[in-house]
């Protein structure tokens, strides 16, 4: 079975095929560094996580590029409401970008560009667009990019030029010859970052940082472009006015876009209150719960997180551990049935909510072995802990996972392992009002007991 992605230009799903065999080539954009990471970054960053893990699965030579927007309109308000220079404020939040990866479990992009490593990149790519006359310079400084002369514009985002050119949200702005018309170049005012440019003093519009970066990355014309759903228009629609305007060939093969997220079935904003920051999520859950849910759900639906949604994630993801748990699977090999099944559904554009349906299949096919030492339990386990890997999950200690604890509830693990001796003391000297109430004081604070002819062990709920 061939591998199909949906195209969001062709609106259809399609077979994968790279430019150049076995090489895929994919840009991402990625994160404006002005704040910490939110939800809606940790799905776009783990969704091409598990793209590009599952490309390099099935041979692929990927080189993945996601960018750093580290100069734009929110950085430089943002750092003078703070009263720190933008180099201060991009570099910390940088930093907590990388840090928060990490929790998560990310693999780091090939190649990670800067919009500020690549001015003059920029500048050229903006004297093209002059040259080859899609851009002009206006009365005030400004360069802007002419939307009238590209004449597929807005078939990225399904979107006419006349109904947007008719629409009251168009921001009108005297400079410009068009008010669909975007900025290139933006001249320096003062107290603001600045270049030496063709046009004066300035510093470029947002959109053409990501042109430029993608083209002199990966070449004029690459496999894949990603991003959230949110940038598809105006941001990726003129991405490919001006990359195709620069160099007068196709930008991109096939464009992915990752789903929102709502939060309890509301468009998540800092307005209603109701947005949240990786850091905060993961005071509260542990971070492969956290990817468990995002990849729960395939990736072009939306997501909407709750704490329900959320628990429900840990508990399923707690099933899946505590099937592996006192089975030695280490040089085992998976099962070819399971595995064809799997790479099936994940060449159906990346399903991950079926793949991880299928996981469940195996997890109930291991309970149900007697004998966790059969060769058929041992398959299982290996083939949950192979196929978990490639979406990046499964790979803790199955006792440090059940028995870690999201937050710090007071009872560590040598409290707990205590009153379970005490308990089991207690049984074993009859006095089972004791155990009982040992086992009820567990409980109440989310300590699950189970008890075996081997033993008992406990995991938190």
Request: proline share 3%; aromatic share 10%; glycine share 6%.
């Amino acid at each position: 079975m061939a591998l199909k992605i949906y195209n969001t230009l062709s609106r259809t799903k399609q077979d994968f095929v790279p430019i150049e065999p076995g090489k895929v080539k994919i840009y991402v954009c990625g994160i404006t560094v002005y704040d910490y990471c939110h939800l809606g970054h940790a799905r776009m960053l783990l969704v091409f996580d598990m793209v590009t893990r599952y490309l390099r699965l099935r041979g692929y030579d990927v080189t993945y590029v996601r960018n750093i927007t580290d100069i734009d309109d929110k950085i430089i308000a943002r750092a003078n409401e703070n009263g720190e220079s933008i180099q201060a404020l991009t570099s910390r939040f940088i930093d907590a970008m990388i840090e928060d990866e990490q929790a998560l479990g990310i693999i780091r992009p090939d190649i990670e560009p800067r919009a500020t490593e690549y001015m003059d990149q920029i500048i050229k790519m903006i004297k093209a667009l002059e040259n080859n006359g899609y851009g002009y310079a206006a009365k005030n400084g400004d360069v802007f990019f002419d939307v009238s002369k590209y004449e597929e514009y807005g078939n990225l985002s399904g979107k006419h030029i006349d109904d947007l050119r008719a629409g009251e949200r168009v921001d009108i702005q005297e400079a410009k010859d068009d008010p669909l018309d975007f900025a290139l170049w933006k001249n320096a005012k003062p107290d603001e970052p600045n270049w030496e440019s063709p046009w004066g003093k300035g510093r470029p519009g947002w959109h053409i940082e990501c042109s430029a970066m993608s083209v002199n990355t990966l070449g004029e014309t690459f496999d894949i472009h990603g991003g959230g759903q949110d940038l598809q228009f105006p941001h990726h629609e003129n991405e490919i006015a001006q990359s195709c305007g620069a160099t007068g060939k196709p930008f991109v093969n096939l464009w992915m876009h990752n789903g929102f997220v709502r939060v309890d079935d509301e468009k998540m904003s800092k307005s209603l209150g109701n947005f949240f920051t990786v850091r905060e999520i993961l005071k509260k859950y542990q971070a492969e719960v956290v990817r468990f849910f995002i990849l729960s759900s395939h990736y072009r639906s939306p997501l909407n997180y709750s704490d329900a949604n959320l628990n429900e994630a840990k508990s399923a993801l707690t099933r899946l551990y505590a099937s592996l748990r006192n089975i030695d699977a280490e040089n085992c090999k998976y099962l070819d049935d399971y595995a064809q099944r799997f790479l099936d559904v994940m060449d159906d554009d990346f399903n991950t909510r079926e793949a991880i349906t299928l996981l469940h299949e195996i997890t109930h096919e291991l309970n149900k072995e007697q004998d966790k030492a059969s060769e058929r339990a041992k398959g299982l386990a290996a083939t949950l802990r192979y196929l978990g890997g490639i979406l990046g999950l499964l790979q803790d200690n199955p006792e440090a996972f059940l028995t870690k604890g999201d937050v710090d509830d007071g009872l560590s693990a040598e409290i707990i392992n205590d009153l379970i001796k005490e308990r089991t003391s207690a049984k074993l000297n009859k006095d089972y009002a004791r155990a009982d109430e040992i086992r009820e004081q567990l409980t109440q604070q989310g300590i699950v007991i189970e008890d075996s002819a081997t033993g008992t062990v406990w995991r938190r709920s």
